[in-house]
């Protein structure tokens, strides 16, 4: 089996960015994205990696110069050398191809890529989506698949069909597993050496899980509202600490649930309410969603606060 051309994304706990819109105008809050991307890469949060253009981002309500810019601000604001990886996915594989350019010329490290999906059944799995064609230079970037089958129509890559692809592209050395599968890690992890290629769970709920049967840890949007928590998870079952990390990943999983039913709006008041001010952003008003999806409710802010401040003073003494 070839050797990656890349090695893989670094092992433990990444975060896929949400985007923050200015309320009056719709547009791109900049400044605040900024305070929000340097807060999650600090050391003291104690993130692997970061997450751009991923679902949580908002990323098919986005223009591709608006893709581009936040990419961009991400490379100049992250501390040199953190691990950034551009979401790219696309409806065609001349969109993705964009993407992937875009990614390169941002300074990005990894590329995660869904199958394109609108049709559902019509196109190949994830033919074009690997970033192998045009200008050699973008095979500098690893490709991490996304298999997500909520948001792609339901096209659900199953273990062996992953497999296939890695050991045909050697460029490809990741995977972002949000179909909760514990099988398919388990199968993933026994097929390939982690210095070639690395599972990632999707959500932090079945982190350890994951991690008990091979995972190389997780992309968590939950990692939006106490990243510390999930980080803390990680660390403390890496130390042998098991009882600890479950008593914290249980506390952790129940709260997650609570942002569920809310989906993505949910996800960003919590992370208006709980990581905005620790970011030093002191309005809320751009963690509301994109138009025209509309932001939650007071009474569902009410409801998410109840859920969650406990897991907020746990994350607060981190």
């Known amino acids: 089996m070839a050797t990656a051309s890349t090695p893989p994304p670094p092992s433990g706990i990444w975060v896929p960015s949400i985007t923050l819109f200015s309320p009056q105008t719709d547009t791109l809050d900049l400044p605040s994205q900024a305070l929000y991307y340097r807060y999650l ?3 003291q949060v104690g993130l692997s990696g970061l997450v751009i253009l991923g679902t949580n981002a ?6 591709r110069a608006e893709r581009a810019q936040l990419l961009s601000l991400a490379r100049q604001t992250v501390p040199p050398g953190f691990p950034i990886m ?5 409806h065609s594989t001349a969109q993705v191809k964009e993407f992937i350019l875009d990614a390169w010329e941002a300074g990005a490290d990894y590329v995660l890529v869904l199958p394109c999906a609108y049709f559902k059944g019509g196109p190949g799995v994830v033919e074009g989506s690997t970033g192998r064609e045009g200008e050699g230079k973008k095979k500098e970037m690893g490709v991490v698949v996304y298999n997500f089958p909520g948001v792609t129509n339901g096209v659900d890559l199953d273990s062996e069909v992953i497999a296939r692809l890695v050991r045909e592209n050697d460029n490809i050395v990741g995977v972002k597993l949000t179909c909760g599968s514990v099988a398919k890690i388990t199968r993933l992890a026994a097929e390939f050496k982690p210095e070639r290629f690395k599972v990632f769970g999707g959500q932090s709920d079945f982190l350890i899980g994951g991690l008990s049967v091979g995972s190389a840890g997780c992309i968590a949007a939950f990692g939006n509202v106490f990243p510390k928590v999930v980080v803390r998870v990680y660390k403390l079952w890496m130390e042998g600490k098991r009882e600890e990390a479950l008593e914290l990943h249980r506390m952790a999983a129940l709260g997650e649930q609570k942002l569920k039913s809310f989906g993505i709006a949910g996800t960003k008041l919590a992370a208006g309410v709980f990581t905005g001010p620790k970011a030093g952003i002191e309005e809320e008003g751009g963690f509301a969603m994109r138009r025209p999806y509309l932001p939650l409710g007071e009474g569902e802010r009410e409801r998410i606060w109840e859920g969650l401040r406990g897991l ?3 994350e607060r003494g981190l």
């Open 41 to 43: 890469s600090s050391p």
């Open 58 to 63: 908002e990323t098919f309500l986005l223009t």
């Open 86 to 90: 551009a979401g790219v996915s696309g």
């Open 312 to 314: 907020d003073e746990v």
